[in-house]
């Protein structure tokens, strides 16, 4: 049954049978109704608890929804806010072959627009002043389904480098970041862009050397590790940009630092035409190959990603990758086995720099945002809690346990473990599976 059905339906059944209930009230009940129906993919509205008084109804509908988490953590980690599907905004397959384009007249965009023309039919070019003030007062009402459709081509004049925006109460992994773009064309159902993205469009920054210049006046006491994998995927646009190359040959001469390309993507054809360089390195996000097909749309195939791995391996160049995010489902722990040992026979521990491994999480209003554009998928059908930053996440003990196994398996390929590091979790965590912070890059 789709979930639209559910939601009508339980939209009516509580209106109808509920309607002494103030107005927040009736919106907890059915979120908590649409989704225990949901996730066991019917309706059933005689499994639903006798109302007594409302307290007591809330806490038997949440221990029905949450049977694990309930027994560990407060009412108010329980997100009830509102439902609100809209058959507009779900997702669909957007093939498109015309682009509009906007760039700032001066920005360095001849040859990025050139290139671009290749790709895509351009179906206008705009020469503007500012971008930022189009942008403005064109993402007023956007549908972030057509992102992909506008391209906005400037220079960045601010905004160069900065310090990863770790959340709060985790442990930092000392993680730099370069913006040299924002927006994605890849449409994974978890992704943070979705209910970050304010633009209608794709940013590109044209001004590579200015990031670059800004790289070298940073002072250096330590090995620091800056990336370009914030808002954007680092590769995917790179046959456009060519961004890589001029970022290969500055790093090729500098000490100190180590650059970073994170990427789901295939477009590596830059990096191999470039000499290897020690101090840069391809990292792949990297998810099991049902996951990848069921909630990463758009993106580069698993066994791709894992070949281009091995490519890359092969011609001399560093790689890592990113168990980020790790999805719970009921055969986690076989996929993510079978995920573990497929990478390890295509690339061996030796080449690969880092690992890091982190489980899906987003604040709650991104929720609401995957919920209108895939509406039936099963990635919100398990348990998350707002926990300890304000982000929706699977149980601490759930977490606990798929970070364990996720050693356990990689120490059988003998990766060492000060190389492993946590994606965004606290202290207690890294304390409760043994793993000390002092990680190497």
């Known amino acids: 049954m789709k979930a639209i059905e559910i939601y009508k339906s339980v939209n009516s059944y509580i209106s109808s049978n509920y309607s002494f209930l103030g107005l927040n009230k009736k919106r907890e009940i059915e979120r908590l109704v649409f989704e225990i129906f949901k996730k066991y993919k019917k309706i059933d509205f005689s499994i639903l608890p006798k109302y007594i008084n409302y307290e007591q109804f809330k806490r038997q509908l949440i221990k029905m ?8 953590y407060p009412l108010k980690s329980f997100f009830l806010g509102k439902l609100d599907l809209d058959d507009d905004e779900i997702w669909k397959e957007d093939e498109f072959f015309e682009v509009d384009v906007v760039v700032e007249k001066n920005s360095n965009f001849i040859d990025i627009v050139d290139r ?77 862009l979705s209910g970050y993205q304010n633009v209608d469009g794709i940013i590109i920054n044209t001004n590579i ?32 940009t060519n961004h890589s190359s001029k970022i290969i040959n500055f790093f090729r001469n ?30 792949y996000s ?10 990463e749309h758009g993106c580069t195939t698993y066994k791709k990603r ?4 091995e490519k890359l391996v092969k011609c001399g160049w560093k790689v890592a990758v990113h168990f980020d995010p790790i999805i719970y489902l009921d055969n986690w722990k076989k996929l993510y086995r079978e995920c573990i040992s497929d990478l390890f026979s295509f690339i061996s521990a030796k080449d690969i720099r880092w690992i890091s491994a982190g489980t899906l999480r987003f604040y709650p209003h991104t929720k609401k945002i995957i919920e209108k554009r895939f509406p039936d998928s099963i990635l919100l059908d398990f348990e998350m809690v707002i926990d300890f930053d304000g982000k929706l996440r699977y149980p601490f003990l759930i977490r606990k346990e798929i970070y364990n196994f996720i050693i356990e398996n990689i120490k059988k390929y003998n990766f060492p ?21 002092s990680f190497k890059w």
Request: glycine share 4%; charged share 25%; with cysteine.
């Open 65 to 72: 929804r949450y049977p694990i988490s309930y027994k560990y």
């Open 116 to 192: 671009l023309s290749k790709i895509y039919k351009i179906k206008s070019l705009n020469v503007v002043d500012s971008v930022k003030n189009v942008i403005k007062e064109s993402t007023k009402n956007f549908n972030y389904n057509y992102r992909k459709r506008k391209f906005y081509i400037l220079d960045e004049k601010f905004d160069f480098i900065k310090s990863c925006p770790c959340t709060s109460n985790c442990i930092s992994c000392g993680y730099f970041i370069i913006n040299l773009g924002f927006g994605c064309p890849f449409d994974c159902e978890y992704c943070y």
């Open 209 to 240: 050397y200015d990031y670059l210049k800004k790289i070298r006046e940073m002072k250096v006491s330590s090995l620091l590790r800056v990336g370009s994998g914030e808002f954007t995927d680092s590769l995917v646009y790179d046959n456009i």
């Open 254 to 283: 500098l000490d100190g630092i180590v650059f970073e390309f994170k990427t789901k993507s295939d477009v590596i054809d830059n990096i191999l035409n470039e000499k290897p360089c020690e101090n840069v390195v391809i990292s």
């Open 286 to 295: 990297i998810n099991p190959q049902y996951i990848c097909s069921e909630f």
């Open 306 to 309: 894992l070949e281009c791995l």
């Open 417 to 437: 473990l000060d190389k492993f590091y946590l994606c965004m979790e606290n202290s207690k965590m890294w304390k409760e599976i043994s793993l000390s912070p």
